[in-house]
């Protein structure tokens, strides 16, 4: 599978496939990022967008396997 970083239509038309482990690695990094950026309480009352811990459980469910 080809790990698309870009919006750019010739890169992606042309992009070679990646190994699992550096697809894993890439969502590791997002999740880690996304943990640093979020709080911990949901910004509606509606519990409608993701939060901290949100990313917390999708972090470690990605880390047990």
């Given at each position: 599978?080809?790990?698309?970083l870009?919006?750019?239509y010739r890169?992606?038309?042309?992009?070679a496939?990646?190994?699992?482990?550096?697809i894993l690695t890439q969502?590791?990094t997002?999740?880690q990022?996304?943990?640093?950026l979020l709080?911990?309480a949901?910004?509606?009352?509606?519990r409608?967008?993701?939060n901290r811990?949100?990313?917390?459980?999708?972090l470690?469910?990605?880390?047990?396997c």
């Open positions: 599978v080809p790990l698309i870009t919006s750019d890169q992606n038309a042309s992009a496939s990646n190994t699992p482990e550096e969502i590791l997002d999740l990022t996304a943990e640093s709080s911990e949901y910004p509606q009352q509606e409608t967008t993701v811990y949100a990313v917390k459980a999708l470690a469910r990605i880390q047990h």
